[in-house]
Structure formats: structure tokens, C-alpha cells
């Protein structure tokens, strides 16, 4: 299978007043771990605006109810089980861990960066603010894992902003551990370790999307995107977050801080992201995160997941990855 494979279509139309047809450029892309299929439009970025709303009213609007603020924290929300915690939540720095109302997942926490930061723009995410939230996360996973033998699929996830799918503006992250693996999980459990291996040598040898490592973690712009903007990290020798040692944490998390830095600037405050574990020790599997776009708040606004995304699991995407890399530069230490 061709690695960085991709076809290139050409549309036509009459533009109106003209008997000239006009071209349009349409390009598909076929994921090296997964073969999902990813469009590039070319549009130029076009689809996602840069944000113009006043979000700090709109912190101002939410903060006097929100249950993850200040004192509220410890009033309206769940405490963990003793044999997860004794203490009932986790704490690192400013950063408190504490379980989802919600059960997306046998065992699903909540972490905020700070009961006192409802109002945290994304170039103000600091790499230590990242990597305390990200550790609660990381002890969660481990805790339950001491606990519950059998879930062994654990993910770190975020939603950050309302359009990413967040139901309160209070910045978060998001973490489950289950039994049974996510359908992505399941899809990159499945991809022979050599491939990843292979994917990562493709890109680094081209040079177009890759942008460096950190140490431990290499970062590039995904070849096939699923969201906007879309990065993707590989920690090779990991499979679990629970296998994430402290530096490792810290590591990691000025990564995901730089790739916040980098949509700041691109005017952008929404996002997702996914870090994909498998059961600890799991061979050739690396510890790998995808992170992307979504459309920025405003008063009437353009949803970016489409019939594509969610109904055809494929990506339509207006920022080619290769645009993607030339902003990025050398942040990620390439």
C-alpha cells in the first residue's frame, strides 16, 4: 500500500455571466494508519474565520453559573470512589480531576485547568498549565487501572470552547478508561506496527509535514486531516497514558501548549483533541494524539462537521496540511 497516497480531481462549472468553464481543484487523501479518505477543497482557509466575538462577555455571561468555578467545584461536583482516590479528586497544581456526571465511559473524569480560570484563551495556555491537567489525567488512568484490570482502552480528550461540543465554557479536558476500545482505538490498535514506524519515516524523509521532535514526541501536520488544522503527535515506546512518566507529561504538554500558541495566532479559540492509548505495553503500538480546529463562537455561525464528517466519517478540509506545516515553522523543534 502507497504510504502518502493521494488523487487529484478537477471540478467545472460556468461561473455565472461566463461561458468560460472555471476549473476547481479537488483532492483526496487516503490516511497511511486507517485509509479513511480526506478532501481538501481549497478554498484557502476560507470555511474558518478567525474569531471576532467578545468572548470575555461571554466568560462574564457564564461564570456566575458555571459548577466549575471557585468554590462551586467542591459543592457541585462528583467526588471519585475511595478505591480511585481516597481524597475524592486528583490535584496537580492548579489543575483539579474529578468524575464525569456524564458516563461516556465505565470510568470518565473531568479535569479543569483552575477553578479560577474560566476566562482562558488559548494563547494563554501555558505549557505548565497543560501539563498539570494533563498529569491529573494520567494518575486517573493509572489509578483506575490498579483498580479495574479490564479497562484497558484509555483516552485524554478536550473540547474546548462550545463549538467543539463542550456543553459549559469552563475549559476542560476529558478522560475515559473502558473495556472495550472507541471505533478510532480500535482502528489504530489495528495498524500493523510497522506501518506507524514507516508513516513517520515517509514524513520525516519528505519534509513538507513534518515539524520536529521534542525528544520523546514528533509532531507533524496530518497528511490525511480529519479536523482543520489538524496535528498529529507519535510517542514511539508508550501505548498507554498510564505509561507516561513525569518529563514525559511535560513533554507532551509543550507540544499540545505550542500547537494552542500556533491557532491563537491563527485566530482560533475551539478545538478537539484525542490522545489514543491501548493497553499498556501493547508492542510497536505508539501513544498518539491528533488535534484540530473547530469553527469559532459567534452569534450565527457555520458548524465545521458536515454530513462528511459525521455521517462519512471523511474529512472536508480548506487548509491544505502543507499550508498547515509553513505556519507552524520550526515551533515544534524541527
Same mark, same amino acid.
Given at each position: 500500500m502507497e504510504l502518502l497516497r493521494s488523487e487529484t480531481y478537477e471540478a467545472r462549472s460556468l461561473p455565472p455571466g461566463s461561458s468560460e468553464p472555471a476549473p476547481a481543484v479537488l483532492e483526496i487523501r487516503w490516511d497511511p494508519l486507517t485509509g479513511h479518505t480526506t478532501r481538501l477543497v481549497g478554498s484557502g482557509g476560507?470555511?474558518?474565520?478567525?474569531?471576532e466575538l467578545d468572548?470575555? +462577555?461571554? +466568560?462574564d455571561q457564564t461564570a456566575t453559573t458555571c459548577p466549575f468555578c471557585g468554590d462551586r467545584l467542591e459543592a457541585r461536583t462528583p467526588r471519585l470512589l475511595p478505591e480511585i482516590?481516597?481524597?475524592?479528586?486528583i490535584r496537580r497544581g492548579e489543575a483539579v480531576l474529578f468524575p464525569n456526571l456524564l458516563a461516556y465511559a465505565k470510568h470518565a473524569a473531568v479535569s479543569v485547568y483552575s477553578p479560577g480560570r474560566h476566562y482562558l484563551p488559548l494563547g494563554d495556555m501555558t505549557p505548565e498549565l497543560v501539563a498539570d491537567n494533563l498529569a491529573t489525567q494520567v494518575a486517573f488512568v493509572e489509578a483506575v487501572q490498579r483498580h479495574d484490570g479490564e479497562s484497558r482502552w484509555a483516552s485524554i480528550n478536550a473540547n474546548h470552547m462550545l463549538p467543539s461540543g463542550s456543553s459549559l465554557f469552563h475549559p476542560h479536558m476529558q478522560g475515559a478508561v473502558d473495556p472495550t476500545p472507541t471505533t478510532m482505538q480500535r482502528l489504530l490498535a489495528d495498524t500493523p506496527a510497522q506501518r506507524f514506524v514507516d508513516y513517520l519515516e515517509a514524513e520525516r524523509r519528505e519534509g513538507r509535514r513534518y515539524l520536529g521532535t521534542t525528544g520523546s514526541v514528533e509532531w507533524l501536520a496530518s497528511f490525511a486531516p480529519i479536523a482543520p488544522a489538524e496535528? %498529529?503527535?507519535?510517542?514511539?515506546?508508550?501505548?498507554?497514558p498510564a505509561e507516561l512518566s513525569p518529563p514525559l507529561v511535560q513533554e507532551l504538554a509543550w507540544g499540545i501548549a505550542t500547537a494552542l500558541g500556533l491557532y491563537a495566532e491563527m485566530?482560533?479559540?475551539?478545538?478537539?483533541?484525542?490522545?489514543?492509548?491501548?493497553p499498556p505495553a501493547t508492542?510497536?503500538?505508539?501513544?498518539?494524539? %491528533?488535534?484540530?480546529l473547530r469553527s469559532n463562537l459567534k452569534a450565527l455561525y457555520r458548524s465545521d462537521s458536515t454530513y462528511f464528517e459525521r455521517l462519512h466519517w471523511e474529512g472536508a478540509i480548506d487548509i491544505s496540511p502543507e499550508?498547515?506545516?509553513?505556519?507552524?515553522?520550526?515551533?515544534f523543534g524541527a
Open positions: 476560507a470555511l474558518m474565520p478567525a474569531s468572548l470575555r +462577555a461571554v +466568560a482516590s481516597q481524597r475524592g479528586r496535528l %498529529r503527535a507519535f510517542l514511539p515506546g508508550r501505548a498507554s485566530g482560533h479559540e475551539s478545538f478537539n483533541m484525542a490522545i489514543y492509548g491501548a508492542a510497536g503500538y505508539p501513544l498518539n494524539l %491528533r488535534i484540530g499550508e498547515l506545516a509553513e505556519l507552524a515553522g520550526g515551533r
